[in-house]
């Protein structure tokens, strides 16, 4: 069973920066689609951005630009990165492979002046 811990979240100001942490149980993580998905206040949790086992990456509309993606292996942990944070990307963060596992708990963000 596939364990995802993220955290790093906050309080931030518009324009600020934070970065989220997600380590993952299992002995498989180097092989794993992993992605990060945010949820934002009474809207459904969407997918924002992706990297491969090898470091490819692939990013939403919303956040290109703006956050990096990047990951250890030899952690067991992939980070966002987020730079330039606007309002509209609070909410909760959460971490999963593709395809999912059980979800963890995520993490909230909040850009607030």
């Known amino acids: 069973q596939v364990q995802l811990v993220e955290s790093g979240g906050g309080l931030v100001q518009p324009g600020g920066s934070l970065t989220l942490s997600c380590t993952v149980s299992?002995?498989?993580?180097?092989?794993?689609?992993m992605g990060w998905y945010r949820q934002a206040p009474g809207k459904q949790r969407e997918l924002i951005t992706t990297t491969t086992g090898d470091g490819n990456t692939n990013y939403g509309d919303s956040v290109k630009g703006r956050f990096t993606i990047s990951r250890d292996n030899a952690q067991k942990t992939v980070y966002l990165h987020m730079n330039s944070l606007k309002y509209e990307d609070t909410g909760v963060y959460y971490c999963n492979k593709i395809p999912n596992t059980s979800w963890g708990q995520g993490t909230q963000v909040t850009v607030s002046s």
């Open positions: 299992g002995s498989f993580f180097r092989l794993y689609i």
